[in-house]
């Protein structure tokens, strides 16, 4: 079983929907949350951190943690073509664990 | 401007050649990674350095090592050991708060 797990996906959803991403864990010692957003042949890019349970939202972009479950999750209102790309969720104890990515299409 | 770089872009070798990838930040970390992506199999930990002059292999260092003789610089060679080496390579380096920046990646084809 992997630490980590993500449903690849492919997701596919109309501009405008919103777009709900999701992680399971099972290393109950993970205390920072991350996810990350690729674009195609691109480096990761940082859209949002969080530490221990509870909500962050920023702009359109809400990160939720809920370490009893041991589920993070990722919420993205009004969604843009340009929303377009892999997420990524990570975790961290001594190390960042990362999940597969799951990848997005927000069709115009 | 801070970040991270890594050179070259787009990198072709023969099988049984060894090959360096570049690796520079300016955000004055003193943690840096190197990662492995392969398609469906997200990022995979190579080799990590948390501080000048020392390095720890992470979950799949085989055939690869680095070297850390700068806070600045953290460069990866795949060597003619490693079996599969064609990958997208990822460098990061990380914040005290444990917020990991990545470059932008070194695509090397082995054939």
């Known amino acids: 079983q992997k630490e980590v797990e993500q449903d690849p996906g492919p997701l596919s959803v109309p501009e405008g929907a919103i777009v709900s991403l999701n992680c399971t864990y099972s290393n109950s010692a993970f205390q920072y949350f991350m996810w990350y957003r690729q674009y195609s042949r691109k480096g990761p890019e940082l859209l949002m951190y969080?530490?221990?349970?509870g909500n962050k939202e920023d702009g359109r972009f809400t990160a939720q943690v809920d370490k009893s479950s041991k589920y993070i999750s990722l919420f993205i209102r009004d969604s843009q073509p340009s929303d377009s790309a892999t997420y990524l969720c990570?975790?961290?104890?001594?190390?960042?664990?990362f999940g597969a990515g799951t990848t997005v299409t927000v069709r115009a | 401007d801070g970040g991270i770089t890594q050179s070259p872009k787009y990198l072709f070798r023969k099988e049984g050649q060894n090959v360096t990838l570049s690796c520079e930040q300016n955000?004055?970390?003193?943690?840096m990674y190197w990662y492995r992506q392969d398609p469906g199999q997200g990022l995979r930990l190579i080799y990590y350095?948390?501080?000048?002059?020392?390095?720890q292999k992470g979950d799949i260092a085989e055939g690869y090592s680095v070297s850390r003789e700068k806070k600045e610089s953290f460069p990866l060679t795949v060597t003619s050991a490693q079996k599969n080496p064609t990958a997208f390579y990822l460098c990061?380096?990380?914040?005290?708060?444990?917020?990991?920046?990545f470059g932008p990646g070194t695509r090397l084809t082995v054939t």
């Open positions: 955000l004055n970390h003193d943690a």
């Open positions: 969080t530490y221990s349970s």
């Open positions: 990061a380096s990380e914040s005290r708060e444990y917020e990991q920046y």
């Open positions: 990570a975790m961290n104890d001594y190390k960042l664990s």
């Open positions: 350095s948390q501080i000048v002059n020392d390095f």
